[in-house]
């Protein structure tokens, strides 16, 4: 399998990218803040309202490097591509089946079966590594309950009995996840999911693994030569990388949301990270954010047995082995997409 | 409806890759997918120097011309040669703008030593055709130069090998027509293929996606 190289993120304001030969040099005015190998990178994400020179961009765009920009806060600005190198007929393969619902939904029905089934496992995990800690007996029945919602979601035939079904689950999911933060309970505590904008600090952390996470799945996807912006699933929007999104989510549960706990869970993480502003907002510090980047790149690092290759790879690369996987479905050489079922 | 013919043409280069392997081939052809490896970087180095289109050397008997464009409307193939030399001979043909005829042959620059395959030898056979089309003149050898043992060795261009250049030549077109991808046996050459991390070559081998999910869900 393909070497997991690294992302750059660049979290200090006003930091200016440039080339320097074959390497990136980080510039805030006249001074150098650093300068890193461009083979080692496969991504760079900048946050904060920083520039890049073009000839870093065409470099980048050349050699399969995605560069996206993002506010301070984790907001999509913008993201460089070059002329379209991409695969055309698969591309077009995949235009094709994001119009035919019949077709896309064969394929948003794995990826919701994924989905399900990863947040059941994420709860039998709990069940088992921490039976004195949380109510057994209340995550085995929601277990069961996604179970037979697993049964619906394998007989769907329409997008929107797969949207109902994955509603429903992520409501009995919900109702146990607050369980699941097991240290500094009066400071993180989770009672539903606030998004626009998060308004607590377990929101806020988990906002920013959901997009960290789909900036490295829709990374993956152009890679492997597919639009990580028609989805499926997902409808097609102004700016949204639908394919992106559709495919994280059967990583949500296992990927983001148990990193998010892990680090409230081992006090990675304290109260002091977060700020609420006048509105109800909570965002992260600046220390905070750089401790989740590097805490994620660690988590990246780790090693796990692909379910449907059986090849040992890293979590980094789960995003883009699944992108390989589905290019592979949509060119006819598999008989099904094969979800990442995690146990 | 007015079809611009050289729009069909396919790269000549591919041969060597649809000898190798025709999902390899695809893969690059049809799908355009290429991964920059140590491989293709040493062979654009070794390139360079016979990639200066139209340079022309003389040397006595003999008029040296690298880069030269060629194409082919029997095999609908294009590319380039690395080098062609013309070496005056009475049964030769005429060039334009030169005095006296000449033979005609065309030699390639391969990265390595000479492989157990074919493909580089059908590659070769190809361009001669190519000239031979574009020259009116007869090809009968050509020379492949082996940058490891720096070495060139002598080709005859036999029937046989022309006719295999046809029937790849038209298989490539097939596909090409269908865009379609071919899975095909894999083997311990996929070791030393350079896309391997795109075709996943053990893909093929495993058991159906239904009966993953089916197993993980039963479980
Ligand atoms: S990995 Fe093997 S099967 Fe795949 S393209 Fe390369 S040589 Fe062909």
């Known amino acids: 399998m393909r070497k997991l190289l690294n992302t750059l993120y660049v979290t200090q304001p006003d930091t200016y990218l440039a080339l320097d030969g074959d390497n990136v040099l980080l510039l805030k005015g006249d001074e150098k803040l650093g300068r890193l190998p461009l083979h080692n990178l496969e991504a760079i994400i900048s946050f904060g309202y920083t520039g890049a020179s073009p000839a870093l961009m065409g470099y980048c765009a050349d050699r399969n490097i995605a560069i996206t920009f993002l506010t301070q806060s984790g907001r999509f600005l913008a993201r460089v591509i070059g002329e379209s190198r991409g695969n055309v007929v698969l591309r077009k393969t995949q235009y094709r089946i994001s119009d035919n619902e019949e077709e896309a939904t064969k394929i948003a029905r794995n990826f919701i079966t994924g989905k399900v089934y990863n947040h059941k496992w994420v709860l039998e995990r709990m069940t088992r590594d921490y039976p004195l800690r949380i109510d057994v007996e209340q995550f085995k029945i929601v277990s069961g309950q996604l179970s037979d919602i697993l049964r619906e979601v394998r007989n769907s035939v329409s997008m929107e009995s797969l949207r109902g079904w994955e509603g429903q689950a992520a409501v009995y999911y919900n109702r146990v996840f607050d369980q699941m933060i097991l240290q500094q309970k009066e400071d993180f505590f989770f009672h539903g999911r606030s998004r626009r904008p998060p308004k607590d600090n377990v929101n806020a952390m988990l906002s920013f693994a959901y997009t960290l996470l789909a900036k490295d799945t829709a990374a993956a996807l152009e890679t492997v030569g597919l639009d990580a912006y028609v989805g499926f699933m997902h409808q097609d929007r102004p700016g949204r990388a639908s394919l992106a999104l559709d495919l994280m989510e059967e990583l949500r549960g296992i990927y983001a949301d148990r990193f998010v706990l892990s680090l409230i869970n081992r006090k990675e993480v304290t109260a002091s990270d977060f700020v609420t502003k006048e509105n109800g907002a909570v965002l992260m510090t600046d220390e905070a954010r750089k401790t989740f980047l590097k805490a994620w790149q660690t988590k990246k690092q780790e090693s796990i047995t692909h379910p449907y290759l059986g090849e040992k790879i890293s979590w980094g690369l789960v995003p883009y082995v699944q992108s390989l996987l589905l290019a592979r479905f949509l060119r006819g050489d598999l008989d099904e997409y094969p979800p990442f079922l995690w146990k | ?219």
């Open chain 2, 1 to 219: 409806m007015v079809v611009n013919d050289e729009d069909r043409y396919l790269m000549l280069s591919g041969l060597q890759h649809f000898q190798f392997c025709k999902r390899q081939w695809a893969l690059i052809h049809i799908e355009q997918q290429w991964e920059e490896n140590v491989r293709t970087i040493e062979g654009q180095h070794l390139h360079h120097k016979a990639d200066q289109p139209f340079l022309k050397e003389k040397r006595r008997d003999k008029l040296i011309v690298r880069a030269m464009p060629i194409q082919s409307k029997e095999l609908q193939l294009s590319g380039t040669c690395d080098v062609v030399e013309f070496i005056q001979d009475p049964d030769g043909v005429g060039l334009a703008g030169v005095e006296g005829t000449y033979k005609v042959y065309p030699v390639e620059y391969k990265r390595g030593k000479p492989k157990k395959g074919d493909e580089d030898v059908i590659q070769l056979a190809a361009q001669a055709m190519c000239l031979e089309e574009m020259m009116l003149c007869r090809v009968d050898t050509g020379y492949i130069f082996y940058n490891e043992i720096k070495h060139r060795i002598e080709v005859p261009i036999s029937d046989m090998l022309r006719d295999q250049v046809k029937q790849m030549a038209a298989e490539m077109h097939h596909y090409y027509d269908k865009r379609h991808t071919p899975k095909v046996k894999t083997g311990p050459f996929c070791k030393n293929c350079s896309l391997q991390h795109i075709c996943v070559p053990n893909l093929m081998h495993k058991r159906s996606v239904q009966s993953y999910i089916e197993g993980r869900l039963g479980e």
